[in-house]
């Protein structure tokens, strides 16, 4: 069977995958990850986790539809559960929490346990910021991460290392957490995709601030208006920087 042809958001995600005996897929939805991620070789297993029997029915469904052989349909295991809570201490080498909000993935990884997985490949459909800010305090080291675009949408995944544990959270020092997982503007964008001058980043960069303007406008005069505004004019500094190195006008020195 010739793989499927996966939408640019997945096709991003699973490149982001490294190699693994065991992948678990948390939120699973129709499976379409998991069978990618067996059918390229990059895992020799895949745990498909998701919160209900009816959600996993629809899954089970799902691989029915896609030719699997039998090798490939044993490679790939269902279990229901809310979050991590289906694995076991030490039971795969990376852990893809996608597809869904990121106070829903904030959420699911401040209860843990953190000890199922080595890795963890994030993809955030929402509230990118709050998850960075939410790692970096948590002691995770940033990897990787990676943005495409796809239609007028931006997507944006961060390929993370959890804290050395216990399973929960760890609390590091500042200067720890900064260097583990440093930030450009407060954690509006990604440092690793500034620091690389990553194309799509730069597109983003320009849509977010002419958002940024639209919303600064409608709350004129309010206190939430003026921090927008700042926010926008630092995002402005950063194109102007960009546009600086790549004219030959210097470094920004990162």
Not at 76 to 105: F, H, N, W
Not at 210 to 221: D, I, T, V
Request: aromatic share 4%.
């Amino acid at each position: 069977m010739v793989d499927r042809v996966l939408p640019a958001r997945l096709e991003a995600l699973v490149s982001l995958v490294p190699p693994a005996g065991i992948v678990a897929d948390i939120g699973t939805g129709d499976a379409l990850v998991p069978v990618a991620l067996i059918r390229r070789g990059k895992a020799r297993r895949v745990i498909a986790c998701d919160k209900s029997a009816a959600a996993l029915d629809v899954c089970r469904r799902k691989l029915e539809q896609y030719e699997l052989s039998a090798d490939e349909r044993r490679s790939i295991e269902l279990r229901e559960g809310d979050g991590l809570s289906p694995l076991k201490s030490g039971e795969t080498q990376v852990a893809i929490i996608a597809g869904m909000g990121g106070l829903t993935i904030t959420s699911i990884l401040a209860r843990g346990p953190l000890d199922v997985a080595d890795t963890y490949v994030l993809g955030p459909m929402s509230h990118q910021k709050d998850l960075r800010l939410f790692l970096q305090a948590g002691g995770f080291t940033l990897v990787d991460e990676a943005m495409i675009r796809q239609g007028s949408k931006f997507y944006e995944f961060e390929v993370v290392v959890p804290p050395a544990s216990d399973g929960a959270v760890a609390q590091p020092a500042a200067g720890q957490m900064r260097a583990r997982f440093p930030l450009m503007l407060e954690g509006e964008i990604g440092a690793l995709l500034w620091k690389r001058r990553d194309p799509v980043l730069k597109e983003y960069l320009v849509h977010r601030e002419g958002k940024l303007r639209a919303l600064e406008e409608r709350l004129e005069r309010t206190s939430r208006a003026a921090e927008i505004g700042r926010i926008r004019k630092e995002l402005l500094k950063l194109l102007s920087k960009w546009d600086a190195r790549w004219n030959g006008q210097g470094s920004t020195g990162g």
